[in-house]
Every structure is written in structure tokens, then in C-alpha cells.
T-cell receptor, first 115, second 109 residues
Framework: DTGVSQDPRHKITKRGQNVTFRCDPISEHNRLYWYRQTLGQGPEFLTY????????KSRLLSDRFSAERPKGSFSTLEIQRTEQGDSAMYLC?????????????FGPGTRLTVT | GIQVEQSPPDLILQEGANSTLRCNFS?????LQWFHQNPWGQLINLFY???GTKQNGRLSATTVATERYSLLYISSSQTTDSGVYFC???????????FGKGTRLHILP
């Protein structure tokens, strides 16, 4: 099964530390999305890439957050100077966009706990 | 921006019962998906259904785009159907994907 994969699955860090998460999309997919999900809520859109270009960023993505997709394949999401409010599940999804078809497939997520 | 409302927020049913979950959206959409989030947090694709009706085993879904709603039907519920069901839409104005808050389904044995 070559679905979306994310690494690590769990991360515990101390407030003020930097963390980086990786997402590997389904290989032929040209779009890659990042979401954040807190307890009891639906996933919230953070940003997305079309190939290597970052096309949109949510206002939720403060200047402490940065995402890259350098070669249009895997992507990284870095959070600098983590805060307790950053504790959440970070989800990655990918899709192959053609003719208006945007079906997304999600990875298992990275659960971040900031202590 | 577009608003997505799901109802009911919580649903408790006995195994074998049928259920209907609803998703209302406030603007025109060009894509709509239903997901099931299992207890480990994995979002599982159920339906990609911007319009029309689809069926997959005990599950079926209908989207009436002109009236801005979608329904997910689960028949003969099993305990493994428990979890949170999300509706997610893409607005025609941009490619942002918006999720509802979900319906938490508990199937009792």
C-alpha cells in the first residue's frame, strides 16, 4: 500500500523547541495539503502546494510555521519556538487534481504534544 | 468563508440500527467528501460526492448541490462503524477545503 505517510507519528517537545514533520504523498499526486486538528474539532486547513509551489496559507499559519515542498514530492512542516497551543494532530493529505477532481487522501497524522 | 454544519453532533445507536448524518453548506461547492475518523485518528475516505448518489456496501451518500446539503446513510450499523464522521467541501471561489465539526457515532453491541 503506497498511501500517504507521515513521520514521526508522535512527538513530545518542550516549549520553545523547534520541531519538523515530514509528509510523503501518494507518488503521482500533484497537490499536498497540511491541516491541524485539535480535540473535538474537524481538521483546519493550514496550507497547500501544487507541485513545489505553495499556493495558499491560512491565517492560522503564523510566522513560526513554515512549510516546504522542495522538489514537488515530500513536504516538511516546521514549527519554531513551539508553544503549548501548538499541541495538536498535524495531518497531511494529497490529491491528484485533474478536471476539477480534488479527492484527498490523508496520512495517519503526527500528534504533537508541547510540554 | 463557507460554513459547513453537520448534524447531529452525537448519535448513539444499537447495533443493527440505521442512521442518517447530514451536512449543510452555505455556498456553492465543487467538491464534497465524507470521511470516517477511526479511534487512532486516521481519516478514511468514504465518498467523493460533489453531486448525485453513491453506494458502497452498507453505506450510501447523496449530495443535492443546488440545495446545499449532503446525507450519509449507514444501514445495519456495526460496532466498527463507531467514530467521527466528517464532511469536507471545497468552495468554488478557491481551493480551500473546509471541514465540518463532525458527527460522533457510538454503536452499542
Amino acid at each position: 500500500d503506497t498511501g500517504v505517510s507521515q513521520d514521526p507519528r508522535h512527538k513530545i517537545t518542550k516549549r520553545g523547541q523547534n520541531v519538523t514533520f515530514r509528509c510523503d504523498p501518494i507518488s503521482e499526486h500533484n497537490r499536498l495539503y497540511w491541516y491541524r486538528q485539535t480535540l473535538g474539532q474537524g481538521p483546519e486547513f493550514l496550507t497547500y502546494f501544487q507541485n513545489e509551489a505553495q499556493l495558499e496559507k491560512s491565517r492560522l499559519l503564523s510566522d513560526r510555521f513554515s512549510a516546504e515542498r522542495p522538489k514537488g514530492s515530500f513536504s516538511t512542516l516546521e514549527i519554531q519556538r513551539t508553544e503549548q497551543g501548538d499541541s495538536a494532530m498535524y495531518l497531511c493529505a494529497s490529491s491528484f487534481v485533474a478536471g476539477g477532481h480534488y479527492e484527498q487522501y490523508f496520512g495517519p497524522g503526527t500528534r504533537l504534544t508541547v510540554t | 468563508g463557507i460554513q459547513v454544519e453537520q448534524s447531529p453532533p452525537d448519535l448513539i445507536l444499537q447495533e443493527g440500527a440505521n442512521s442518517t448524518l447530514r451536512c449543510n453548506f452555505s455556498d456553492s461547492v465543487n467538491n464534497l467528501q465524507w470521511f470516517h475518523q477511526n479511534p487512532w485518528g486516521q481519516l478514511i475516505n468514504l465518498f467523493y460526492i460533489p453531486s448525485g448518489t453513491k453506494q458502497n456496501g452498507r453505506l450510501s451518500a447523496t449530495t443535492v448541490a443546488t440545495e446545499r446539503y449532503s446525507l450519509l446513510y449507514i444501514s445495519s450499523s456495526q460496532t466498527t462503524d463507531s467514530g467521527v464522521y466528517f464532511c469536507a467541501v471545497t468552495n468554488r471561489r478557491d481551493d480551500k477545503i473546509i471541514f465540518g465539526k463532525g458527527t460522533r457515532l457510538h454503536i452499542l453491541p
